[in-house]
């Protein structure tokens, strides 16, 4: 704009001494005079309005647009082909473990109900490791809040190999696919370093139906048809379970009331199992944790863990008699900072001795009139995302009988460590 100005003053300047010099009358000189003064007003008057503008600029609140995080223009990972929102997640896990007593050469995690008997190819003062509970999962998103979609897989499959942890998806009140079990949850299972979790405690993943029904926001009825993947039974029928879950007015806990039902069918006979089962945890505070579960099932051994076959049978496949059992699982967990908790745990199973069963038994010898294991572990966060654990636990299994050398009871004597990087 300066520029302009001088421009135009330099101007005038030439044409005042022109007019001077050449002037052919005083009117047109006095004309030429006024002309350029109104020129000069009219510059001044610009550059006034001019430096307001910017003076109200630079007086006007500084703000920044931030996305939102709820838009579809916030950060993700990926978007699939059909539009969907992708999240990944998962965990680079390592295992080691140092078997002091007992315990069996086939496998790393958790086996109390077939652990050795005393004196019978126990695989002590060993060392083992693997990273096989490695784990990666995919989240899916739409719009629609109501439409969601999972899957897991992790490493623990025959030989290390890929296996299906949780793959299915989510419409309104309806679920359809792999996931927990609707009967043998593993929510009220204390915290354990052990992949497969200890007896008393179920970690069992099937393909299902689900309906939720919800009464209120602490109260919902949740029933599913489930394929239990009970290699003894020929399936006909799908297993039916039915779960009441309530959370406490005051959010510090929570409780789940559960049954289920299922048929059991050889090539030559047919009988029905059924359970029951409740869990409860509760907060004592905001640092302490208490869980327990019960569960009480008969002629079923493909939900709960460590249990015994759930029948037997005579040479021509007919079911003698079935296996029934209690087992408890109890806990607490001690926050004692952000980076250190710590859990102390004990589970036990009880088998009613029928007769009839031990006697149809292929080998009583690998059946159990009762288990028990107890744990303690701590772990340790030093800072996000990295978590590592150490854990001791010892157990006993009692069979229905003695091995060669007379032995009835077999030990799992070690400890474990973990250290897992999260994302």
Not at 50 to 70: C, F, M, R, S
Not at 76 to 100: C, F, P, T
Not at 288 to 310: C, E, I, M, P, R
């Amino acid at each position: 704009m300066k520029k302009m100005n001088y421009s135009i003053i330099w101007v005038s300047i030439g044409l005042s001494s022109l007019g001077m010099t050449h002037a052919g009358s005083l009117s047109e000189l006095e004309q030429l005079k006024s002309e350029v003064k109104q020129l000069r007003e009219m510059i001044e008057q610009h550059q006034k309005q001019q430096n307001q503008a910017v003076e109200l600029i630079h007086n006007q609140p500084q703000t920044i647009q931030l996305p939102d995080a709820n838009s579809s223009t916030s950060p993700l990972l990926m978007r699939s082909k059909a539009g969907v929102d992708v999240n990944l997640y998962g965990n680079v896990r390592a295992d080691l473990l140092y078997q002091a007593e007992g315990g069996g050469a086939d496998r790393l995690y958790n086996q109390i109900n077939s652990v050795p008997l005393k004196g019978n190819n126990e695989s002590s003062d060993v060392l083992k490791s693997t990273l096989a509970a490695t784990r990666i999962g995919l989240d899916f998103k739409t719009a629609d809040q109501d439409l969601n979609a999972k899957i897991e897989v992790d490493f623990l499959g025959a030989n290390e190999a890929l296996r299906i942890r949780h793959a299915y998806f989510n419409y309104g009140a309806w679920l359809v696919g792999q996931t927990w079990s609707n009967f043998a949850v593993p929510d009220y299972m204390p915290e354990t370093i052990d992949a497969l979790g200890y007896v008393g405690g179920a970690v069992k993943r099937d393909p299902q139906v689900r309906y939720t029904y919800k009464f209120n926001a602490e109260t919902q009825l949740v029933s599913a048809v489930e394929d239990s993947k009970d290699a003894l039974s020929q399936m006909r029928l799908p297993l039916f379970s039915t779960r009441l879950n309530h959370s406490f007015a005051d959010r510090a806990g929570s409780m789940s009331v559960r049954a289920m039902m299922s048929q059991k069918r050889t090539a030559t006979d047919d009988e029905l199992a059924w359970g029951v089962g409740i869990g409860a945890k509760y907060e004592l505070s905001t640092k302490t944790t208490l869980k327990a579960d019960y569960y009480h099932v008969k002629g079923d051994s493909s939900l709960v863990s460590w249990t015994n076959a759930g029948f037997s049978v005579d040479a021509n496949k007919k079911i003698m008699a079935m296996n029934e059992f209690d087992s408890l699982t109890l806990g607490v967990t001690q926050q004692f900072s952000p980076q250190w908790r710590s859990t102390l745990g004990y589970g036990y199973m009880k088998a009613d001795e029928n007769q009839k069963y031990i006697q149809y038994l292929s080998d009583p010898t690998k059946a159990n009139k009762h288990v028990w294991q107890a744990w303690a572990n701590v772990f340790y966060s030093p800072k996000k995302p990295l978590s590592f654990g150490l854990e001791y636990v010892y157990g006993e299994r009692k069979a229905f009988a003695a091995g060669v050398n007379g032995q009835d009871t077999g030990e799992d004597n070690r400890f474990n460590a973990v250290a897992m990087y999260n994302f």
